[in-house]
């Protein structure tokens, strides 16, 4: 079991790291160049990357063959929301209220939710 659980997350982590380009270049993308407002720039980049990650951790890391997809999904996304939440306020602790640089923030914000995002998604979602 324990080797079993451990390979789930190297591969949830491998997904992960796809789903920081998807965040970090949607983020970018939308702050530096569109001018949103970074919180919004941020929850953007974050719900993108959050479903590329269903759709490769559903078919790769967790082999789902559950077949209320729209279940699975909405699941998924309700703990992306959450980890959404803590991503948000781990930024705005580190940058706003520390002074730590934004996107420096952003890689710390993203270690923490990645765990909450598998633990919960082990037991929960797949």
């Not at 077949?67 to 703990?79: D, R, W």
């Not at 705005?92 to 209220?97: A, E, I, N, T």
């Amino acid at each position: 079991m324990p080797t079993v659980f451990l390979l789930k997350f190297v591969k949830f982590c491998i997904v992960g790291g796809s789903g920081v380009l998807v965040d970090f270049g949607t983020t970018w993308l939308l702050k530096e160049k569109v001018r949103l407002n970074r919180y919004l720039a941020n929850a953007c980049g974050f719900l993108l990357a959050a479903s590329s990650n269903y759709l490769l951790n559903r078919l790769w890391t967790f082999a789902s063959q559950n077949p209320h997809i729209a279940a699975e999904y909405m699941t998924f996304v309700a703990i992306a929301l959450v980890g959404l939440g803590i991503n948000s306020l781990v930024i705005w602790l580190l940058s706003d209220k520390w002074g730590w640089q934004f996107y420096f923030s952003k890689i710390v914000a993203t270690g923490a939710v990645t765990l909450w995002n598998f633990a919960m998604n082990y037991w929960l979602t797949f």
